[in-house]
């Protein structure tokens, strides 16, 4: 964000408040074109000026729980459970909230942030499952376990106990005809 001089953001802020509230349709069209040519002289915009101006932000995502993901944090970060948009113009998978400039930059560091945790914590769930199920074979090579680090360690921790919180199914197995 530019910072302007505050004489100018007087004039910038008068000129805006001209241009939506002004007395004539000509004094508000006149008041803004006067405030483009002058956000344009001073390479500045809109939100530089008014804060509680609201675009619409676009974000990329790949997962339908990363959509959830967004839905959520932006329940969180503007407390309104306003719709979204769909562009459907791309085949990307992108939507659309209409933001301020600060709800944006939060959202989007938020966005960063928990989609690389929920994604951590996927992989472990699967992990967890494949364990809770038993979902391997038989290993013959058991004794030729590989060194681990204590982050790692902790990692197999942190798995086994979301493992031991699920409930393990057994199929039937055609191959010897009984549930194991």
Same mark, same amino acid.
């Given at each position: 964000m530019n910072h302007p001089p505050e004489s100018l953001l007087r004039k910038l802020n008068a000129l805006l408040e001209m241009a939506r509230r002004g007395g004539s349709e000509n004094e508000k069209m006149l008041a803004a074109q006067r405030l483009d040519k002058l956000l344009i002289k001073h390479d500045l915009t809109l939100e530089d000026i008014d804060p509680s101006t609201r %675009?619409? *932000? =676009?974000?990329? !995502? %790949?997962?339908?729980?990363?959509?959830?993901? @967004?839905? /959520?944090?932006? !329940?969180? +970060?503007?407390? &309104?459970?306003?719709? !979204?948009? +769909?562009? %459907? $113009?791309?085949?990307?998978? +992108? @939507?659309? *909230?209409?933001?301020? %400039? $600060? &709800? !944006?930059? &939060?959202?989007?560091?938020? *966005?960063?942030? =928990?989609?690389?945790? @929920?994604? $951590? &914590?996927?992989?472990?769930?699967?992990? $967890?499952?494949? /364990?809770?199920?038993?979902i391997f074979g038989d290993d013959p090579d058991e004794d030729d376990e590989p060194e681990r680090t204590p982050e790692e360690w902790a990692e197999i921790e942190k798995m086994l106990k979301m493992a031991a919180a699920m409930e393990a199914k057994k199929p039937f197995h055609l191959l010897n005809g009984e549930n194991q």
């Open positions: %675009k619409t *932000y =676009w974000f990329n !995502y %790949k997962t339908k729980a990363d959509r959830i993901l @967004l839905d /959520q944090i932006h !329940y969180m +970060v503007t407390n &309104e459970d306003l719709p !979204y948009y +769909v562009n %459907k $113009a791309t085949k990307k998978m +992108v @939507l659309g *909230y209409d933001l301020t %400039k $600060a &709800e !944006y930059i &939060e959202m989007d560091r938020l *966005y960063l942030f =928990w989609r690389k945790e @929920l994604k $951590a &914590e996927l992989e472990r769930c699967i992990s $967890a499952f494949i /364990q809770a199920n038993e």
